[in-house]
C-alpha cells in the first residue's frame, strides 16, 4: 500500500457519469435518444409561488358551505355549441397508437364521470374514447392520420395542433413506433414501421393560412364546434395573438414540461419555455386584444396538483390540461412494475420509453397481454377521483383567498418565493412589493 | 403574415385607373392582413424629387411645412396632403437637407423617390384604402400590402410597403429567421434598419446590395442566398416590379398576364376584379426565382 | 325514393353574388334530405371553402374559380370546377369525383384518403402530400415537393415533374410520363409490371386522358426510411 494521501477521485460536473453514458451511447448507435414525457430539469414551475390567503384586509369563504364555483365554458366566442365543462381541468391529447384502447376508454371515463373533456391525439378517433367520452375535442394535426369528416362532425370541439410544449416546432423521424396492424390502418401507414411525423401541416402554413383553414373547418362542422389552437410555449405574447387573429375559439397553450409520446431527448430539454413563464405574457396579448375570458386560454405543462391549477388560474388561465399526471392516476410508473421496470434498465418514475410499446403498466402499449393489465372502468374511476381531488383542492385555495369562483383568483393573490419565479409570474418576491423587470429594476 | 397584391401596367389608357383596380385587390386581402395595409404608387414624375411623410398629428405638423421647407431650402417646394401623409416635391440636389430638416420637426418620411408615393397606416384595408382616396390615384404601377404583425409592433412604421432606397419598396408575405443577424451586419454598413420589423430589414438588405453595385435582379437573388426563413417579396422600382419566392415555398403566390398588365397577389381572388381575368395567363412563381418586370 | 324522380332534373343554382358562403354550403350539405341532385355555383371570385364537407351523391358545377379547400373533405359528390382552383383542392377527400378544368394551387388532395381528384391544367407544388388512398391524375405539370410523405393511393402525371418528387415515400404510386426534374429521399424509379399498366389504363380512361400506359414511368418508395440505419442518416 501507498501511503502517501492520494487526492480524492473526483467526477467532473461537465463530463459527468450520466453525460458519459449518452456519449457512450450516441457513441454506440449512431442516433439520437428518443424518449416520451416531458422536461425532466428543473425549471422554476409553480412550487415557487404561494397564495396569500385572506386575514384582516380580505374575508375568507368557508370551506364546504360557502359555495365556489369551479365551471367553466369553453368556445363562446364564434361555435354555436361551446363545450361547458364541470371542472376547469381537461384531458390532454393522448394518441391511441401511443396509447392503448383500454387506456384511452379509461381517460374517458375518468373525464366523463369528473364532468370534463378528454382529447384524441396523432392518430385518429377510436370508438373506445368517442364511447366513453362524454365530451371529446378532436385533434387536427400535421400528419392527419385517420382524419375524416365523419369524426370531425361527432367530435364536440376541434384542437388544430400548431405546436406541443415538448416540441415547439418540432417534426422529424420517431424510431421504433409501435406502429400495430390496428394502429398501422388507422394511420394507412406500413406495419412495424419508423414513423416520419412532419412539423408542419400539410396544406396551410402561418396565421394567415390558418385563418383560412378554420373557416373550411367551421363551414365542414355547420359552425357549431369550437375550434381550439395549441401552441407550444415558445413565444407566448405573438403567438397567442395570432391565433386570436386567425380566429381562435379558445387556445391551448402548452410548456415545457408538457409531455410527448416520444421525440428527441434534446428537443424536449432545450426548446420551449417553462410553463409558469408562458402564462402572463400568453394573457397579456389577449388582453391587449380585449379578448380575455371572450377567447378562452387553457394551460398545460406539468400540472400535478389543486394548487397548480389555482395558480394557473390565478395567473389568468380559463382552464388547465393535464396529460402525464393523468398516466400517472391510471397507473402508469406504478411501483408495483417496479421488477418489470429493472429488466428494462429503469425503475419506476424514470420509465420513459413509452414509444416502444413495452409499457408494465399496460398503458403506452398496443401488446394485447400488457394492455390487459389496465381494467379501463377501475382505471378510470382512479382518474375520476384525482379530478376530484385536483377540484377539492383548488377550491380550498380560492376559498381562503375570499373567492366564490376559481376564476376570480388573480394575480394579486400571490407572492413569489425566488426571483426567478417572481419574474416569470410576474408577482412580487414574498414580503417584497418588487416584481423584477417592473418599477426599474 | 400578410397578404400581397401588386400591378404593373403595360398600357398607358389604363394609368388613371390603377388606384382604382389595387384598391379591390388590396381589399380582397383583408382577411389575410386586418392589422395595416400600406400602398406603393408609382404615378406621374414631376420636376423634382417626391419625400412623402407621415404624422400622427398632421393638422399641426402639416400646417405651413412647405414654406418652412421652402425658406430654409431657398427653393421652390410644392406639398399635397393626404390624411396623415404629405408629399413634399423639393429639387434633387435639395434632398439631403430636406431630409434633415423634416426628422428635426418630428416627422417620419415613408419614402423618396421621383415617382414613387406611400401610403401606409394601421386599421383594415378598406379603411386605409379609403382615408388615402387610393381609388382616384393614378400611376404605372403599384403594389400593396395588408398585414398580420407576426413579431413586431402593429404600428404605421411597422406597415409595409418599406422603402430603404429612392424609389424602391418592398413587401413581404411569411417571416424571417436569420434578421436579427442580418440587422447587426447592415448596421455596420450604414444601412441600420429603423424598425424591428424583418421585412425592414430584406428591404436594407436590397438597398444595401444595390448601393455596392448589384442589378436588382441579382439583389433579390442574393435574398435566396443571405436571408433564411419564409418569404414571398414582392419589390418595386421606378420602372418594373419584381417577385421572389424562398426554396421552400409555401406561402401562397399566384400571378397574371394579360396584355395589359401583369399582376402579383398572394391569392387568386384578389384578380377576381381584373378586366379579362378569365383570358389572362395565370400562374404561380417557382422557389428561389427571380422574376422581373420593367417598362 | 319514388317521390323524388320529379325533381331530379332539376339544377340548383347559388349565386353567390346573391348568397353567402355559408348558406351555398349548407343548401349542399343538406342535398341528401331535399329532391336535388344537381347544383351549380355562380360568382366564385376565387372564395375559400366552396363545397366542402359534402355527403351525398350530388353534383356540384362550380363555374368559375375557387380559392383555398374547394371540395374539402368531400364524401360520394362530385364537384367540377370550370376554372381554377386554389390551395388544397379536394383536401382530405374520402370518396367521390373532384375535376377542376383549369390549373391548382398547391397541396392539391392533400392528406386525401378516397376517391378521385382530376386537374386538366397543371398542379404547383406539393400534389399529392400526404396522401393516404386518393387517386390524382394531373393532365398537365406538378411542382416540387409533390407527393411529399405520400401514404397510399395513386398519383399519375402526364407531364412533368418539380424538384424532389416523392420525397419520403411510403407506399404511394407514382405514375410520371414527361421529366421529373429531382427525385426525393428514398424515392427511387421502379419497374412498370403488368399491374401497374391495368391500374394506369384505368385510371387514365377515369380521367378522361389521352395516353398510353407504357409511355409512363413509375416511381416508388426505396423504403430505406422504414428501419433506421445509420449508414442512411444523411437521408434524413
Known amino acids: ?420 419565479a417572481a419574474a416569470m409570474a410576474q408577482v412580487p418576491l414574498a414580503g417584497t412589493d418588487w416584481i423584477p423587470g417592473k418599477g426599474g429594476f | ?108 418620411i415613408m419614402g423618396v423617390g421621383e415617382a414613387m408615393e406611400i401610403y401606409k397606416e394601421t386599421g383594415l384595408p378598406r379603411d386605409v384604402a379609403t382615408r388615402f382616396g387610393l381609388r382616384a390615384m393614378g400611376g404605372s404601377h403599384g403594389i400593396g400590402h395588408t398585414r398580420m404583425a407576426t413579431e413586431s409592433a402593429v404600428t404605421t412604421l411597422g406597415a409595409h410597403p418599406f422603402s430603404t432606397d429612392a424609389d424602391q419598396c418592398l413587401v413581404h408575405n411569411g417571416s424571417l429567421s436569420n434578421h436579427n443577424t442580418m440587422r447587426r451586419v447592415l448596421a455596420q454598413k450604414g444601412f441600420a434598419p429603423k424598425t424591428e420589423n424583418d421585412t425592414e430589414v430584406a428591404a436594407c438588405y436590397i438597398s444595401s446590395r444595390i448601393a455596392e453595385g448589384a442589378n436588382l435582379g441579382e439583389a433579390l437573388s442574393g435574398t435566396l442566398e443571405d436571408l433564411d426563413g419564409f418569404f414571398t417579396f414582392v419589390m418595386g422600382t421606378k420602372t418594373g416590379f419584381g417577385v421572389v419566392r424562398d426554396p421552400i415555398a409555401c406561402k401562397p403566390a399566384v400571378m397574371a398576364e394579360t396584355d395589359d398588365y401583369v399582376a402579383f397577389g398572394s391569392e387568386y381572388r384578389a384578380f377576381a376584379g381584373l378586366p379579362g381575368i378569365d383570358s389572362a395567363r395565370v400562374w404561380e412563381p417557382e422557389p428561389a426565382t427571380v422574376y422581373f418586370w420593367e417598362r | 325514393m319514388i317521390a323524388t324522380v320529379q325533381a331530379v332534373s332539376d339544377v340548383q343554382i347559388l349565386d353567390m353574388e346573391q348568397i353567402e358562403l355559408r348558406e351555398v354550403n349548407a343548401t349542399l350539405q343538406r342535398a341528401p334530405s331535399t329532391n336535388y341532385t344537381q347544383f351549380e355555383i355562380l360568382n366564385t371570385r376565387g372564395s375559400h371553402a366552396i363545397a366542402v364537407g359534402l355527403d351525398a351523391e350530388i353534383e356540384v358545377i362550380v363555374k368559375g374559380s375557387t380559392g383555398y379547400y374547394c371540395a374539402g373533405m368531400n364524401q360520394r359528390a362530385t364537384v367540377h370546377v370550370t376554372g381554377s382552383v386554389g390551395p388544397g383542392v379536394a383536401e382530405n377527400m374520402m370518396s367521390g369525383t373532384v375535376i377542376v378544368d383549369g390549373d391548382a394551387s398547391q397541396y392539391a388532395g392533400a392528406t386525401a384518403h378516397g376517391g378521385l381528384l382530376v386537374i386538366k391544367g397543371n398542379a404547383s407544388s406539393r400534389c399529392g402530400i400526404s396522401m393516404k388512398g386518393i387517386d390524382i391524375v394531373v393532365h398537365g405539370n406538378i411542382g416540387h415537393m409533390s407527393a411529399f410523405m405520400a401514404q397510399k393511393g395513386n398519383l399519375v402525371v402526364l407531364g412533368d415533374a418539380g424538384d424532389a418528387l416523392g420525397d419520403s415515400l411510403y407506399e404511394a404510386r407514382l405514375f410520371v410520363r414527361g421529366s421529373v426534374k429531382s427525385l426525393g429521399a428514398d424515392c427511387i424509379e421502379k419497374e412498370m409490371r403488368a399491374e401497374h399498366l391495368d391500374i394506369l389504363a384505368d385510371l387514365l380512361a377515369r380521367a378522361g386522358a389521352d395516353a398510353k400506359p407504357q409511355d409512363f414511368k413509375r416511381y416508388g418508395s426505396a423504403r430505406k426510411l422504414y428501419h433506421f440505419n445509420v449508414d442512411h442518416a444523411d437521408a434524413y
Not at chain 1, 458519459?20 to 442516433?31: K, V
Not at chain 2, 399635397?80 to 439631403?96: S, Y
Request: some cysteine; hydrophobic content about 35%.
Open chain 1, 1 to 420: 500500500m501507498n501511503d502517501t494521501p492520494q487526492t480524492m477521485p473526483r467526477q467532473s460536473w461537465t463530463f459527468s457519469n450520466e453525460v458519459n453514458a449518452e456519449i457512450r451511447r450516441a457513441a454506440h448507435t449512431g442516433i439520437y435518444d428518443i424518449r416520451g414525457g416531458g422536461a425532466k430539469r428543473r425549471v422554476p414551475h409553480f412550487d415557487d409561488l404561494l397564495f396569500l390567503g385572506a386575514s384582516m384586509s380580505r374575508y375568507p369563504l368557508e370551506g364546504y358551505r360557502e359555495k365556489c364555483e369551479t365551471g367553466v365554458t369553453l368556445g363562446t366566442r364564434f361555435a354555436s355549441k361551446p363545450i361547458e365543462l364541470k371542472i376547469p381541468i381537461t384531458i390532454a391529447g393522448m394518441s391511441f397508437g401511443s396509447l392503448s384502447g383500454p387506456a384511452k376508454e379509461a381517460l374517458g371515463r375518468g373525464a366523463s364521470l369528473a364532468g370534463t373533456s378528454t382529447t384524441t391525439g396523432d392518430g385518429g378517433m377510436t370508438e373506445e374514447e368517442r364511447g366513453h367520452s362524454e365530451k371529446l375535442v378532436y385533434q387536427y394535426l400535421p400528419s392527419r392520420y385517420g382524419m375524416n369528416p365523419d369524426d370531425l362532425r361527432r367530435a364536440d370541439a376541434i384542437e388544430v395542433v400548431v405546436g406541443q410544449g415538448a416540441k415547439p416546432g418540432g417534426g422529424g423521424m420517431l424510431l421504433g413506433q409501435k406502429i400495430t396492424e390496428r394502429v398501422a390502418g388507422m394511420r394507412d401507414l406500413p406495419i412495424g414501421i419508423d414513423q416520419r411525423s412532419a412539423c408542419r401541416h400539410p396544406d396551410w402554413t402561418g396565421p394567415d393560412d390558418l385563418e383560412i383553414k378554420i373557416l373550411e373547418l367551421r363551414e365542414i362542422t355547420s359552425w357549431e364546434k369550437p375550434i381550439y389552437i395549441k401552441i407550444g410555449g415558445a413565444r407566448p405574447y405573438y403567438d397567442v395573438a395570432l391565433s386570436v387573429k386567425a380566429g381562435a375559439d379558445v387556445i391551448v397553450l402548452d410548456g415545457m414540461q408538457g409531455g410527448t409520446a416520444a421525440t428527441q431527448d434534446v428537443f424536449i430539454e432545450n426548446v420551449g419555455t417553462p410553463t409558469l413563464a408562458c402564462i402572463r405574457p400568453a394573457v397579456r396579448a389577449l388582453q391587449d386584444l380585449g379578448m380575455h375570458r371572450k377567447v378562452q386560454l387553457v394551460v398545460s405543462g406539468g400540472i400535478r396538483t389543486g394548487a397548480d391549477v389555482a395558480k394557473a388560474l390565478a395567473l389568468g388561465a380559463d382552464a388547465v390540461s393535464i396529460g402525464t399526471a393523468a398516466l400517472v392516476a391510471l397507473g402508469d410508473n406504478d411501483p408495483k412494475w417496479e421488477q418489470e421496470y429493472r429488466a428494462l434498465g429503469t425503475t419506476t418514475g424514470a420509465y420513459d420509453d413509452w414509444h416502444e410499446g413495452r409499457d408494465p403498466a399496460g398503458i403506452t402499449t398496443q401488446d394485447p397481454d400488457l394492455m390487459a393489465r389496465l381494467d379501463p372502468v377501475e382505471a378510470g374511476r382512479r382518474l375520476r377521483n384525482y379530478l376530484n381531488v385536483l377540484t377539492l383542492e383548488c377550491q380550498t385555495l380560492a376559498r381562503a383567498c375570499g373567492k366564490s369562483h376559481v376564476h376570480n383568483l388573480e394575480p394579486e393573490d400571490l407572492v413569489a418565493l425566488t426571483i426567478e
Open chain 2, 1 to 108: 403574415m400578410c397578404g400581397i397584391v401588386g400591378l404593373f401596367l403595360k398600357k398607358e389608357d389604363l394609368r388613371p385607373r390603377l388606384g382604382d383596380m389595387l384598391a379591390d385587390m388590396l381589399i380582397t386581402m383583408s382577411d389575410r392582413g386586418p392589422d395595416s395595409a400600406g400602398i406603393a404608387i408609382y404615378g406621374d414624375q414631376g420636376d423634382g424629387h417626391k419625400i412623402t411623410v407621415q404624422s400622427d398629428t398632421p393638422d399641426t405638423a402639416f400646417d405651413g411645412l412647405d414654406t418652412a421647407l421652402g425658406d430654409r431650402l431657398g427653393a421652390p417646394v410644392t406639398m399635397k396632403t393626404n390624411d396623415t401623409h404629405a408629399v413634399l416635391t423639393v429639387p434633387a440636389e435639395a434632398l439631403e437637407a430636406t431630409g434633415a430638416f423634416l426628422e428635426a420637426r418630428g416627422l417620419r
